[in-house]
């Protein structure tokens, strides 16, 4: 097992002079055996970060370290670290036994018996031991995934890459090889680095999640923390399925009690102290509610005009709007909706979530 800490790590890539800089100032420290996701947008720098801990790419500045040792400068094979990419890599010609034992061949560490004998064993870890004689084209998506993860494990790596392991794959079995991964590497106890653009599954996944935007870190923490305490707007929005709403408002405190204006009818008063967040020197904040945090009331709250109805089973996603500002909702499905519908939507105050308009940081 080992930590892996990458400190002040910056990558621009430099392609005919077009510098862009995919990677800005990385800090972060993953501990031993842990499990841990960066999610992010599309472009946002997750692979680049994944190749560079693999030392598949260069650091620009910055480093990287494994344990007590700084391995920036060290090659690839030499790192003790495995990777499993999205499209699995597996060679269509060999068997999977020989798909399997292929990295173990190609070291001279290993003798042909060592090598069969976790050849076998990592088969039968992954359930795949009547498939050794098969080739990859004869598999399904699902069992070339558990190739594409044997052979990465045979070598009881130091570290276990993932770069969107299993976006090839359909949904049902998507979630059983989040599950598959997630054993293998309690089972194993290896530190784990996974990447994906699919928030539901870094939330479902990591023991702590890496949120990424243009480059930079923007926060890490256990999944409930980073959802619950987002940092900012980004990671706010990011989080959450439908996303959280935003609106522009202004604030205005007298005695003691908070008024949020915003768009069209949306008006909401509430006590200053049953808000966790200070208002004092603001009046413009964008205030944050989450889709599941909306209620409909009889009377007070907010007007709105329900424009959509998705249903969803027990509950329903309701698109509602005010003064040309949309709002979501996530309610129950035994509370009935039509299109055009003119109702009451209201939030308790400790549901708000509060942000700097300028700069989308979160008010504390
Ligand atoms: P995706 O999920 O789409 O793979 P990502 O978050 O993994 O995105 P990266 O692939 O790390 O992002 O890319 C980050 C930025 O660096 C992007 O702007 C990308 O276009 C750029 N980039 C990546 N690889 C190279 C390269 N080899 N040369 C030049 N630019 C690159």
């Known amino acids: 097992m080992t930590s892996i800490e990458l400190e ?25 055996g842990e499990f841990l996701v960066f999610v992010g947008p599309s472009g946002c720098g997750k692979t680049t970060t994944l190749r560079m801990i693999a030392g598949l790419e260069s650091v620009t500045s910055g480093s990287i370290v494994f344990g007590d040792e700084d391995v920036t400068d060290v090659r690839p094979r030499e790192r003790g670290v495995a990777m499993v990419f999205q499209d699995y890599a597996l060679y269509p010609h060999m068997t ?15 003798s042909e018996q060592e090598i069969e004998r976790r050849v076998e064993e990592t088969a039968e870890m992954l359930g795949i031991e009547d498939l050794l004689g098969d080739r990859p084209g004869e598999l399904s998506g699902g069992q070339q995934q558990r190739v594409a993860l044997g052979r990465a494990i045979v070598r009881d790596p130091t570290v276990f890459l993932l770069d969107e392991p299993l976006s090839n794959l359909d949904a049902k079995l998507r979630d059983d090889m989040r599950k598959e991964i997630l054993r293998l590497q309690r089972e194993l106890d290896v530190t784990s680095v996974y990447v994906t653009h699919d928030q539901t599954e870094a939330m479902a996944m990591g023991d702590r999640i890496a949120v990424m935007n243009e480059g930079e870190l923007q926060q890490v923490g256990p999944p409930e923390e980073v959802y619950l305490d987002p940092a900012n707007e980004f990671v706010a929005g990011f989080l959450g399925s439908p996303s959280m709403n935003f609106l522009e408002t202004s604030v205005e405190s007298v005695d ?13 008063e509430r006590s200053i102290d049953s ?10 904040v964008t205030v944050g509610i989450r889709p599941e945090d909306v209620s409909i009331v009889e009377s007070g709250g907010v007007p709105v005009e329900v424009t959509v109805v998705e249903a969803m089973g027990d509950e329903n996603v309701v698109y509602l709007e005010t003064g040309g500002v949309e709002l979501t909702g996530r309610i129950d499905s035994h509370v009935r909706f039509s299109r055009g519908d003119r109702v009451r939507i209201d939030f308790a105050p400790d549901d708000l979530y509060l942000f700097e308009p300028e700069t989308g940081e979160a008010i504390e």
């Open 8 to 32: 002040s790590v910056d990558k621009i890539y430099d392609p005919s002079g077009q510098a862009v800089q995919a990677v800005d100032d990385m800090n972060i420290s993953i501990q031993d």
């Open 96 to 110: 999977v036994r020989k798909n399997i034992g292929f990295g173990l061949r190609l070291s001279s560490d290993y």
């Open 256 to 268: 003691g009690t908070a008024r949020f204006d915003g768009p069209g009818e949306f008006t909401y």
């Open 275 to 284: 808000l966790s967040a200070t208002l004092e020197g603001y009046d413009r």
